[in-house]
Nanobody, 124 residues
Framework: QVQVVESGGGSVQAGGSLRLTCEISGYTAKVNVVGWFRQAPGKEREGVAAIDFEDELTYYDDSVKGRFNIYRDNAKNAVYLGMHTLKAEDTAMYFC?????????????????WGRGTQVSVSS
């Protein structure tokens, strides 16, 4: 089994920064892709960014390109999401998910293992 735990959310003013952490434990050899998703009230869950553990391939949704960066620490089985120049529309619950294979990385249904989420609130 694989466990996924997010941390690092909080409240920040527009223009500020946060760093989210995703820690993966358990049978980590079963996964090689980690994605970050977000879901605002009344909206569908959307892919924000993803990273491949082996080739360091990365994906970013157009709405966060140039503002967010995803990176990993394989030794710690951790993936980080640096969020900068935050906007009110970035407010959402952020989820980390782990899966296999670099395809459809922006689609929630690709991922088998999910964390419970961490709240990010940006005030304008």
């Amino acid at each position: 089994q694989v466990q996924v735990v997010e941390s690092g959310g909080g409240s920040v003013q527009a223009g500020g920064s946060l760093r989210l952490t995703c820690e993966i434990s358990g049978y980590t050899a079963k996964v090689n892709v980690v994605g970050w998703f977000r879901q605002a009230p009344g909206k569908e869950r959307e892919g924000v960014a993803a990273i491949d553990f082996e080739d360091e391939l990365t994906y970013y949704d157009d709405s966060v390109k140039g503002r967010f960066n995803i990176y990993r620490d394989n030794a710690k089985n951790a993936v980080y999401l640096g969020m900068h120049t935050l906007k009110a529309e970035d407010t959402a619950m952020y989820f980390c998910a782990a899966g296999v294979g670099w395809y459809d990385v922006h689609r929630p249904e690709k991922y088998k293992y999910w964390g419970r989420g961490t709240q990010v609130s940006v005030s304008s």
